[in-house]
T-cell receptor
């Protein structure tokens, strides 16, 4: 089983649509959770961190369910500029309580927003 | 600030040749990482460093060596390139905050083809 698994996608949605991505992680002791965005042939960039209480940043809402080991990302009112690959990212547990910032990435979900 | 830079951006090698990828960051970050990204596999950690003079193995270290002689630089070496090392290589850096680490910032990537 992969450590971080995402919806395979791709997702093709019209402008203005609401789209949701899901992700599961295998290690219940994982420490931190993120969504990164990667544009075509570019480097990944942090989109948002994910907290148990849920967090929102404009049109983006992220949720974490530790009991189910499940992470989600909701994008409302999709824009053409939202077209990208969305990476679910987890910080695994580390020896002595620190992971040294190491990240485990899901394989990514491709989103295409069309006019 | 330039952030994280990588040299070279593209390279084609023949099987058995050697090369070094250079990563430089000007953000005074303690932690640095090398990842490879292959289609359908997500990013996988090759090696990482938690400070000048230190290195450690990640998920896929075989066939690679690293060095961190200066805090701002992290070098990735391929001693004898193999076609299986054809990939996009990303460097990243971050700064520890207490027992957690801050966002990882990625370089633009190096596209390596081994024939």
């Amino acid at each position: 089983r992969k450590e971080v698994e995402q919806d395979p996608g791709p997702f093709n949605v019209p402008e203005g649509a609401t789209v949701a991505f899901n992700c599961t992680y295998s290690n219940s002791a994982s420490q931190s959770f993120f969504w990164y965005r990667q544009d075509c042939r570019k480097e990944p960039k942090l989109l948002m961190s994910v907290y148990s209480s849920g967090n929102e940043d404009g049109r983006f809402t992220a949720q974490l369910n530790r009991a189910s080991q499940y992470i989600s990302l909701l994008i409302r009112d999709s824009k053409l500029s939202d077209s990208a690959t969305y990476l679910c990212v987890v910080t695994p547990p580390g020896a002595g309580g620190t992971s040294y910032g190491k990240l485990t990435f899901g394989q990514g979900t491709i989103l295409t927003v069309h006019p | 600030n330039a952030g994280v830079t990588q040299t070279p951006k593209f390279r084609v090698l023949k099987t058995g040749q050697s090369m070094t990828l250079l990563c430089a960051q000007d953000m005074n970050h303690e932690y640095m990482y090398w990842y490879r990204q292959d289609p359908g596999m997500g990013l996988r950690l090759i090696h990482y460093s938690v400070g000048e003079g230190t290195t450690a193995k990640g998920e896929v270290p075989d066939g690679y060596n690293v060095s961190r002689l200066k805090k701002q630089n992290f070098l990735l070496g391929l001693e004898s390139a193999a076609p299986s090392q054809t990939s996009v290589y990303f460097c990243a850096s971050s700064y520890p905050v207490g027992s957690y680490t801050d966002t990882q910032y990625f370089g633009p990537g190096t596209r390596l083809t081994v024939l």
